[in-house]
């Protein structure tokens, strides 16, 4: 790659019209792109064009929904907004491009609570839907992102009393038996669709209420791992909203504890390492799901714990670990689902499990691991022919609707949170170097420039397959070589350069005085202090296991 390339990419990226080119200039989506002026240009392969598509199909999921101002809609054959995805882990995302939609959003749950404390578990244009829970990204923790990056205490002081009531309400009703657990009375209630997780189990709760279970049903109520770390993550957020809002946290935290206690009581099995459901029977329901996926993704387990969930599962190619992101099922599991073109949470990839799987990854420092999974998935979305639910873990063949906010999302997040500009709730800048010009399939570009506005300072990253540059405000900052993340504060002084390869990288940070020489490792955190490289830390790769 050449000098001339990057320049080329830098002179295209300058000029770039995003919002014009994907149509959506009247649009609020496209009101608020522009003010943060995020832009993507990619030379060769599809990757630029899919970006923009990206954008357009995004607008596509913007509207009202009873009465509401525009929100977010999960798209394609959902017509609504869910609790589970689109008010949570989709709005966080979104965010980051447009905060007011994600705000409006956020909102609009809390406007359709009930009097008993039940938020929905879906709004559409009919209304408010109460039949299930639905709970999988916890609620508290997107919004006390939401108010760490933008300011929005209106929005905490909103939001608190509403998510109070709610824990309540949970507490109250789905904890039948008294562990401590939060129950799963029905498939639904984990979104968890086709899933042999709840075989013989009914899709929703007893008669369409959800403070109710069938008790004709086997099985069910289930002490349900993913919802109880879902609420005991929940409640360290209250409890640090609580804090910040000049109430006493400690109460909340104490629970989060208990409700901790509760999940390896009841759901933890020592010997597999692995959370199930524990029935009414008081038997554990044995299958290997994405459960435990999402019981990372709420905080739960220190660091040698997620190593170890890496080794025997999550980076198993015999268990979660596909060519084309993580499975549903464990795929040496004879229940597993090889039919990605039905929503089946059986077996297929799904595109909200991939957006979940930050939360898991990067809280332990496995950003090397979380960059290495992504690529082949990065190459399969810029090759569809749309932006699907699932798909086929074998081919990266696109599965089941279209126009799906979820997939859409993660496309955006995977360009900027891999190879872009990413702004962070603690106000630190990621600039990351794993340029996408080594993807399979004819997706890979020759070079690419990514930018967006920070606080009124311009920020332009240009890369090709060997250097990264960054410019500010129109004057190279810094350089340094492909692979590597550089971390900064909001002026651009540079904290730190992070392994965001699967191998070590040996180069230059170069900055404006001076360059530092260094090779560094996966998932290596090297701080920069006074223009030199000081204390490193760093945890364990582990690559796809084949065993």
């Given amino acids: 790659m050449t000098e001339a390339e990057r320049a080329q990419a830098l002179r295209r990226l300058r000029s770039a019209e995003p919002v014009m080119r994907a149509g959506i200039t009247e649009s609020?989506?496209?009101?608020?792109?522009?003010a943060s002026a995020v832009r993507f240009v990619a030379l060769d392969g599809p990757l630029e064009e899919r970006w923009h598509a990206a954008?357009?199909?995004?607008?596509?999921?913007?509207?009202?929904?009873?009465?509401?101002?525009?929100?977010?809609?999960?798209?394609?054959?959902?017509?609504?907004?869910?609790?589970?995805?689109?008010?949570?882990?989709?709005?966080?995302?979104?965010?980051?491009?447009?905060?007011?939609?994600?705000?409006?959003?956020?909102?609009?749950?809390?406007?359709?609570?009930?009097?008993?404390?039940?938020?929905?578990?879906?709004?559409?244009?009919?209304?408010p839907g109460f039949s299930q829970i639905q709970i999988v990204t916890p609620l508290a923790r997107v919004v006390w992102r939401h108010f760490a990056s933008t300011g929005d205490r209106a929005l905490l002081q909103t939001m608190y009393p509403v998510m109070v009531r709610y824990d309540a309400w949970l507490a109250r009703y789905r904890?039948?038996?008294?562990?401590?657990?939060?129950?799963?009375?029905?498939?639904?209630?984990?979104?968890?669709?086709?899933?042999?997780?709840?075989?013989?189990?009914?899709?929703?709760?007893?008669?369409?209420?959800?403070?109710e279970y069938d008790p004709a049903a086997t099985g069910v109520p289930?002490?349900?791992?993913?919802?109880?770390?879902?609420?005991?993550?929940?409640?360290?957020?209250?409890?640090?909203?609580?804090?910040?809002?000049?109430?006493?946290?400690?109460?909340?935290?104490?629970?989060?504890?208990?409700?901790?206690?509760?999940?390896?009581?009841?759901?933890?099995?020592?010997?597999?390492?692995?959370?199930?459901?524990?029935?009414?029977?008081?038997?554990?329901?044995?299958?290997?799901?994405?459960?435990l996926a999402r019981v990372l993704a709420c905080e739960v387990g220190d660091e040698p714990f997620f190593a170890a969930s890496l080794r025997r599962y999550l980076m198993n190619t015999r268990k979660f670990l596909s060519h084309y992101g993580f499975t549903t099922v464990?795929?040496?599991?004879?229940?597993?689902?090889?039919?990605?073109?039905?929503?089946?949470?059986?077996?297929?990839?799904?595109?909200?499990?991939?957006?979940?799987?930050p939360d898991a990854f990067e809280r332990h420092g496995h950003v090397a691991e979380l960059a290495l999974t992504a690529s082949p998935v990065l190459a399969a979305l810029a090759v569809a022919d749309r932006f699907p639910q699932c798909l086929d873990p074998w081919s990266g063949a696109p599965g089941y609707t279209e126009v799906y906010s979820p997939s859409i999302l993660w496309f955006l997040d995977a360009v900027e949170r891999h190879g872009g500009v990413l702004v962070r709730p603690d106000r630190d800048l990621w600039f990351s170097g794993l340029t996408p010009t080594r993807l399979d399939h004819g997706a890979a570009a020759k070079a690419v420039g990514y930018a967006r506005t920070?606080?009124?300072?311009?920020?332009?990253?240009?890369?090709?397959?060997?250097?990264?540059?960054?410019?500010?405000?129109?004057?190279?900052?810094?350089?340094?070589?492909?692979?590597?993340?550089?971390?900064?504060?909001?002026?651009?002084?540079?904290?730190?350069?992070?392994?965001?390869?699967?191998?070590?990288?040996?180069?230059?940070?170069?900055?404006?005085?001076?360059?530092?020489?260094?090779?560094?490792?996966?998932?290596?955190r090297v701080a920069i202090d006074a223009g030199a490289a000081a204390e490193r830390v760093a945890v364990e790769f582990v690559g796809p296991v084949f065993a």
């Fill in 55 to 127: 954008l357009a199909e995004l607008d596509q999921c913007i509207r009202p929904l009873a009465g509401s101002a525009p929100v977010l809609n999960e798209g394609g054959v959902y017509h609504g907004s869910w609790l589970e995805s689109t008010g949570t882990i989709n709005v966080e995302v979104l965010a980051r491009f447009a905060p007011q939609l994600a705000r409006d959003t956020l909102l609009l749950f809390a406007q359709h609570q009930r009097d008993d404390g039940m938020i929905p578990y879906k709004v559409t244009a009919d209304g």
């Fill in 222 to 291: 289930y002490a349900a791992p993913d919802l109880t770390a879902n609420v005991a993550c929940q409640r360290t957020y209250l409890g640090l909203i609580a804090d910040e809002l000049g109430e006493d946290g400690q109460p909340w935290r104490d629970a989060a504890q208990a409700s901790l206690d509760a999940l390896h009581e009841q759901c933890f099995d020592e010997d597999d390492g692995f959370y199930y459901d524990r029935d009414r029977s008081d038997r554990h329901v044995r299958i290997q799901t994405d459960v």
């Fill in 330 to 357: 464990a795929m040496d599991d004879p229940r597993f689902d090889h039919d990605a073109s039905r929503n089946s949470w059986g077996g297929p990839v799904n595109f909200l499990a991939q957006l979940r799987a």
């Fill in 454 to 524: 920070v606080d009124g300072v311009v920020w332009e990253q240009v890369a090709d397959d060997d250097l990264v540059e960054v410019h500010r405000d129109g004057v190279l900052a810094f350089s340094f070589p492909r692979g590597w993340r550089v971390v900064a504060d909001r002026t651009g002084a540079v904290r730190a350069v992070i392994g965001l390869a699967a191998q070590p990288v040996a180069g230059e940070l170069r900055l404006p005085t001076l360059a530092i020489a260094l090779t560094v490792s996966p998932n290596e």
């Fill in 175 to 211: 904890d039948t038996r008294g562990t401590g657990a939060v129950e799963a009375f029905c498939t639904f209630d984990t979104g968890h669709d086709l899933s042999p997780r709840f075989w013989f189990a009914p899709d929703r709760a007893f008669r369409g209420d959800a403070r």
């Fill in 28 to 34: 609020p989506l496209g009101v608020e792109l522009a």
